[in-house]
Structures are given as C-alpha cells and as structure tokens.
C-alpha cells in the first residue's frame, strides 16, 4: 500500500511540474491556433533558453537578467523562424505538413549546433535558491514553488494579452478566420511574427526556469517537448485554456503513475489517453469543453 | 480475374517499363541496378557493410514515400514498425528456431499485424493530424522496447540471434540486394496500376475519389499495411545486417532520418526515395571523419529541401535553374 505522504508528495511534485510543463505547451498550442504551424523545434527553443540562462546565471548570478535575455533571444528565433522558414512555405498545398518538416529541421539544427559548440557535457546551474521547506514530512521545494508561481504569472499574462488587447484581438481574429482579418486590414505577417515569438519566448522562459531542475544539455527540451506535445493534443489543439487544465492533469497524473512504473511506463500510459483523445475526438477536451 | 485481364495487366506494365526504361531515371536505376551486383568484386569488409546499409535504407525509405508520397499520409511510425520488423525477426530466430530467410518474411507479416489497428485508427484523419497520431503509436513502441526487458533486452538491445549464412557478408549482400530488387519492383507495380491512380487521387481530393466509387478507406488501410510491411521486412534484414536492435533503431530521431532522404529525394515517387537514399546517406557516410556532429547535416539538409526543392531533387532541374538565376541576381544585387 503507497502511503498518504508519497501520495501527496507526487501530487505536489507533479502539481509544480504541470505548471512549468503548461509553461511550454501554451505557446505550442497557441501558435496551431493562430498560424495553423506545429512548431516542432518547440523544444530546441526551450533548449537554446536553458542554455542562454545558464549562461547568464553563471556570468552575473542575476535571474532578472537570465530571463530578460533568455526570452529575448527566443523571441527574437521565433521570428526569424515565422519570417525565413514558415512564411516561404505560406500557401503551397499541404503546408500544414510542409511547415513540420521545417520545424524539424530546425529542430535538429539547434540541437546539434548546441552539440557541436558546447558537446553533450551536462551543465548543472545553481537553482534560485536552495531553502526547502518541510510540512508535515512533505517536502516543498522553494525552488520548484517559484518556479510554478513565475510560471503560472506568465500564463496569467498572455491570457491578458489576448483577452483585452488589440493585438489579442488580431490574434484571435486571425485564428478565426485569416481572410477576413486581412481585410479588416490586419497586418497578417506581422501579427504571426509576433505570436510566433510570443510562443518562442514562453518555451524560451520555461528553459530558463527548469535549467536548474533538468541541468542543461543539447538535448534537454526532447522529453519536456514530448510531455507537452502530449498535453496540447489532449487539451485541444489551439485552445489555452484546455491547455493549462490538461497540462496540470496530465502532469499529477504521471507523478502518480511514477510510484508504480518508469519513465517509459508513464510515456505508454500518457501516449495511449492521447491516442484515444485523438481517435475519439480529434478537437481534444478543449474541443468537448466548448462544443 | 481471368486470363484476358491478366493479359492486359501484363501488356499495360510492359508498356509503361518500356517508355520509362528510355528516360534518364529509367537508365539511371538500371545501371545502378547492375552496377550494385559487381559491389562485392570491388568493395569488402567496411564498403560493403555501408552498400548493405544503403540497400536497405532504399527499401525502408521507398515504402515511406510509397505511403506518405502516394496517399499524402504522412505517417511518423514508419521507423517504430521498421523496428517491430528487427526485433521480431531476430527473436523469431533465436527463440523460436526459424531460418533466417524465412524470419526476415515472417517479420513482415508481424509488422503488417502492427500496423492494421494503426491504420484503423488513421482513415478519418487527415495532414497534420495523421502526424500526431502516429507520433503518439512510435513513442509507444519505442517506449515498449525499453521496458520490455524480457522481450526485446531493454535498453541495451537484443544480440546473440543467429548469424545468417555463416557469416558470409558476401551472400548476405546479394540476399539482401534480391529482397530489396523485388520488394522495390513490387512497390512500382502497385503504383503504377489501378491502385496507385486511386492513392493518387485521395492525396489530391479523398471525396472526389469516393464520389467516382471508390471505397478510399479500403484503399488507404491496404496501403498504410502494404507499406509497412516492407517496411518490417526492411527492419529484419536490418537486424541481421548490424547484428544487434536495440531502441535507437526506431527512435524519432531515425525516423527523421527517413524523412529526409525520401524528402530529399522526392516523396512522391520510388526513384525519388532511391535517389534521396543514395544522396543523403552517402553525404552521411562522406561526412564520417567530422563525428557526430554530421547529425547537423540531417536537419539543414531538410530545411534546404523543404524550402527549395519542396518536389526532391529527382524533378527539380527547372527548379534548380531558378535557384540558379536567383542566386546570379543575387550576386548581381551586390553591386
């Protein structure tokens, strides 16, 4: 029998990691939604924040400057991605498939450039702070609970951008329906540009933040980016809210199954509930949610 | 079927292999196909181990782009069901006794076992969605092989199966060299006749050809099993090739592999997958010296691909043209 505290212990653990895993999969699901593009160098770019904050952290020791630049330079990859790989492809036939074979090519130049510069050597970073607290045997690491809370406030934020600004307004508009927004005389371009680094920039901040838990490596993003792949497709393709619900699910769901199996276990399990979300109902939960 | 359609069939192929035998393809495949049976005279030990390679990496990309080029299904499980075909046909070997010929053949029937639910679950979606929906099946498989110490070893693979032909990497070659010829040649049939038309017309518009009769799911479920079927027999001839399967074999990563070169090459055709083969693994084999870091070449190599030549190289001689011109004017700009 598994004891309340190892129960509740996994809960929290895989409460926390759901927040930084939500953290990846919003800006996956949110870049479907409004450019109809699955970004599989999703996780290079995760990879390329991770290193750029470890980096930071070990030249100035501040997180304020780690994050400012993580996210800066993704920000500034997810345009280059939209305006040099995605848009040439914009309008051909099958461009959905087209615009995934682009981004795993991305993919695996990133990875393997990261390789080629700085070899497969794992990187260990100091984490914010190292104070633990301990609740009643429960462990509650500070580090992880800050995490999740910066995590969930930046998830808080894009919700406000697109909930009560004019550009969210674009934004929302264009995944309705991108011909009608051209004419009202949308820049189309630029409002993908944008979103495609507002996506980047979110996976640029969550490798960031889990540098210090993962320790970073060239191919640090490849099971974040798998877990939130996941969590997208149950979620409901382009749906955030579907999305954050999913992400901390699916994330307490596998802390739990952890006590019994492995890793791979856990992947079976999770990959199968998406199989079937997926054969059952393409539009994922989000989908059911709204219809 | 009675001996007039028979007849008919067989006018319509010869037809068709004699008008594509004078075209610079049609030449090309058949002196490489000649020059392929001299490969042992001039090449041994380390050479011969990469032609071998190279064969087989033809067979598994070609059924690739005969289910993605051919049906426009782009399916991710290629390289998990090429892997079911490795491991079966290793462990059908050594577990069970069968001959290594014969294992090699009964893989494939293992695989196309694998692949039926799959393509099942595949007839009523469509782009994108194919491509998550088969991710989700390969990362089940490969996260089987890993667990699944009893069976398959786990992580560090399943060796020790028997040695086919005593080892003779010569007779090894040309087994695998026939194999791949007839499977190849199969494949160019079907696609060629009734049933690659009717693929055809699904990829363009799958309710148009419904609307002219055709029950399109019956065409797509044989086609998604008689790809992948190829493709686990091109697994177990992979599995005696390198003597060892182990969960890397049917990774995402080498399933990328796959993509590139039947992309490269030119997905919707056979000798498309033939020249992408050749192309992207020789670069590969050329590139050797420089380590790992070559992997770096797989995904430039597919973002070039997707951007310029999005049809493969084997169509791409106007299109080459262009990027010619474009790139004079480019240069020109500069002054």
């Known amino acids: 029998m598994v004891s309340i505290e190892l129960l509740v212990q996994q809960i929290i653990n895989g409460l926390f990691f759901g927040g930084q895993l939500a953290l990846l999969a919003v800006g996956f699901t949110l870049i479907w939604g409004v450019a109809r593009v699955l970004n599989f160098a999703h996780g290079g770019v995760f990879m390329m924040g991770a290193y750029i904050g470890a980096f930071a952290i070990i030249a100035t020791d501040n997180w304020l400057i780690a994050i400012f630049l993580g996210m800066t330079v993704t920000f500034l990859i997810g345009l280059g991605t939209e305006a040099f790989l995605i848009r040439p492809l914009r309008g051909r036939q099958e461009f959905d498939i087209a615009a995934i074979i682009a981004t795993l090519g991305l993919w695996f130049t990133l990875e393997h450039s990261m390789r080629l510069l700085f070899t497969s050597q794992q990187r260990s970073v100091n984490p914010i702070t190292r104070e633990i607290w301990i609740i009643q045997d429960i462990v509650i690491n500070v580090n992880r609970l800050l995490v999740f809370l910066i995590s969930i406030f930046a998830i808080g934020l894009l919700f406000m951008l697109i909930k009560y600004t004019k550009f969210g307004l674009a934004v929302r508009a264009a995944a309705e329906d991108d011909q009608t927004t051209e004419l009202m005389g949308v820049d189309l371009p630029r409002t993908y540009a944008i979103t495609f680094g507002i996506s980047t920039a979110l996976a640029g901040l969550a490798g960031v933040l889990l540098g210090p838990i993962f320790s970073v490596y060239p191919s640090v993003g490849d099971r974040p980016f798998l877990l939130a792949f996941i969590v997208v497709m149950i979620g409901g393709l382009g749906s955030v809210r579907g999305t954050l619900i999913a992400a901390l699910t699916l994330a307490v769901i596998r802390a739990v199954a952890l006590i019994w199996t492995s890793a791979e276990g856990a992947m079976i399990i999770l990959f199968a509930f998406m199989a079937a979300v997926l054969i059952l109902s393409p539009e994922g939960i989000g989908g059911w949610l709204e219809s | ?335």
């Open chain 2, 1 to 335: 079927m009675n001996v007039d359609t028979l007849s008919i069939l067989f006018n319509r192929v010869w037809d068709d292999v004699k008008v594509k035998l004078r075209t610079t393809t049609g030449k090309a495949i058949t002196v490489g196909f000649l020059l392929a049976f001299v490969v042992p005279l001039i090449a041994g030990g380390y050479q011969l181990n990469v032609a071998t390679q190279a064969l087989i990496f033809i067979l598994v990309v070609t059924s690739w782009n005969f289910i993605a080029g051919n049906f426009g299904i782009l399916t991710f499980a290629h390289a998990a069901l090429f892997g079911v075909g490795g491991y079966s046909a290793a462990i059908l070997a050594a577990e069970f006794g069968i001959p290594v010929v014969v294992s090699v053949f009964l893989a494939g029937l293992v695989t196309a076992a694998f692949s039926l639910p799959m393509a099942v679950s595949l007839l009523h979606l469509r782009g994108a969605y194919v491509a998550m929906l088969t991710i989700a099946y390969a990362e089940i498989i490969f996260s089987a092989s890993v667990i699944l110490r009893d069976i398959t070893g786990g992580p560090t693979g399943y060796s020790g199966f028997p040695v086919p032909f005593g080892g003779d990497r010569v007779l090894l070659y040309y087994f695998v060299l026939i194999v791949v010829a007839v499977l190849v040649a199969l494949q160019y049939l079907v696609s060629i006749n009734r049933f690659g038309l009717v693929a055809r017309a699904i990829r363009e518009s799958e309710e148009a050809a419904q609307m002219l009769g055709n029950n399109t799911r019956r065409y797509k479920l044989a086609g998604f099993v008689f790809g992948s079927t190829v493709a686990g027999i091109a697994g177990g001839l992979q599995a005696y090739n390198i003597r060892i399967i182990s969960p890397p074999v049917l990774g995402l990563e080498r399933m990328i592999e796959f993509m590139a070169m039947g992309i490269v090459g030119g997905i919707r055709s056979l000798s498309g997958g033939i020249l992408g083969t050749l192309v992207v693994y020789g670069l590969m084999e050329v590139l050797r010296p420089i380590g790992a870091s070559r992997l770096l070449v797989w995904g430039i190599v597919l973002i070039v691909a997707i951007l310029y030549f999005p049809n493969g190289l084997i169509v791409s001689k106007k299109q080459l043209g262009s990027v010619r011109n474009r790139a004079v004017e480019w240069i020109w700009d500069l002054f």
